[in-house]
DNA sequence: ACATAGAATTTCGTATACCAGATACGCAGC
DNA sequence: GCTGCGTATCTGGTATACGAAATTCTATGT
């Protein structure tokens, strides 16, 4: 019997003030549902420092990070705004999503369990019970939920992080109309067909199926998201920023 | 026909010392082939500061941009660390890889023009004519270009940004035997086949091959890829750092 | 009223100062 | 010589100060 081992996380690994705000203000920008409303909104760095109770420094480094992220764009002395993506940015990264995800399927025939296939199937139930109709977004956080799982059964660390940030822009057609094209019912049936497809452990299968299924969504936004286009008005300002951080202001 | 435009860019943007500093250091990691030599390797912010000529405000927020992309590993209070991937993290890298590219390689069937298909070819002949003894590295430059062209003939801005990430890590793999299971001669034909399929406009078969080759190359890696965890002993601190930067030390 | 020039202000980019955690070093005790 | 402890030093995280570009405001002349 191996020596008993005393094994202590660190304490407080990632809690810096840079992350803290970093994770705050991805979480705001996401709520904020830019897609719902038109013109620009612009971040304070400064207004932004008094709100969450740190200084300009952690802010802009929490801000470098989300450019990356593409959730925002530093116009050097302008001013820093919440990017909305177009339509065809959109269906691009549905495409780079159909393609992990479909890799990510492919692997999961081989490699989950008959457990991890069972909490599909609870997923996929989960949501099937849901009246259609209360749930006006097709891309409901549910549904990101049931592709989330099966990347996760891909055991592949990458595939997750990658998608998770693909999936972040999502919000943007999460008004797209379920209804258009008998969607919900078509996107219900090739859910239970990937997941049969993995029971019978049929990697082939299974990885053509996620890519169809998700490459059928980005047709669907071609022929149906104009709309991404269309909002580009006026400047908002402020007010927004604010109403987005309306609970919880002090950060610690 | 259409009144004539006046389009100027802005002329630096872009040019702040952060993005500045962002490519240099990228540049100097990727340059000094950590994995040719065991023991960490640590980066000082004051020592950069002093080398290249500005504050350590731009330096920490291009050391954040470079964390994100994991080049660089950020210990608060303890040091920034050049990263060297583990073998298990490339192989998933390369599989990420191996789902973009072959995404990508469907689309190109489609949206390639003729031309672009030729400099497929010449590109394909251009390293086909280079002796394959004095090329020890297995994903050589030339090598990375060629997938690099393809990924670009789809069209799709996406799967080239989020391959060119990985792709910086592949010099982890350079070293690696291209004798080896007869790998040169067997990607050489491999490339050619893809070449072929996106000629006849095979989208299903060019997509299949692209992603069997770079699939070939992951497993590839889990047989002769233990070297990458083995390295992992000392400090070494300093020097290193400042040979990187042995051309060129003032930023402007 | 309107257009315009110029000043005041705003805002991000950068430099600098300070802080606290972590490490390294040296001294004391054995 | 080795161990343990306390202090000095180092290092990254954060706050603050300053600068320059862009915008906005304002006063002025028509």
Redesign the pocket.
């Known amino acids: 019997m191996p020596p008993p081992e005393l094994s202590v996380q ?1 304490l407080d690994a990632g809690a ?3 992350n ?1 705000v970093y994770r705050r203000l991805k979480q705001a920008i996401i709520q904020m549902d830019i897609y719902d409303h038109p013109g620009d909104v ?6 932004l420092s008094g709100l969450l ?6 802010i ?2 929490a ?1 470098t990070l989300l450019e990356q992220e593409g959730l925002v764009r ?7 705004f919440v990017v909305r993506k177009t339509k065809a940015e959109i269906i691009e990264m549905i495409i780079a999503w159909a393609a992990l995800e479909s890799m990510a399927t492919r692997l999961a025939a081989e490699r989950a369990t008959a457990e991890d296939i069972g909490t599909l199937w609870d997923i996929f139930r989960s949501f099937e019970e849901q009246a259609p109709s209360d749930n006006i977004q097709e891309y409901s956080d549910a549904n990101i939920e049931f592709h989330k799982a099966i990347i996760r059964l891909s055991r592949a660390r990458i595939l997750e992080t990658l998608t998770d940030n693909l999936f972040i822009h999502m919000r943007a057609i999460r008004k797209l109309s379920i209804r258009q094209d008998n969607r919900a019912e078509q996107s219900m049936h090739e859910h239970r067909d990937i997941i049969r497809a993995l029971e019978r452990r049929d990697g082939e299968l299974a990885e053509r199926l996620a890519r169809e299924h998700t490459l059928g969504l980005a047709a669907h936004v071609e022929r149906h998201g104009d709309f991404l286009d269309w909002l580009r008005l006026a ?1 908002v300002r402020g007010a927004d920023v604010k109403a987005a951080f309306k609970d919880g202001l002090p950060l610690m």
Chains 1, 2 share one sequence.
């Open positions: 660190p810096t003030f840079r803290q612009r971040l304070d760095e400064r207004q109770g740190v200084s300009r420094t952690p802009r480094e801000l530093l116009e050097p002395r302008r001013g820093i400047d």
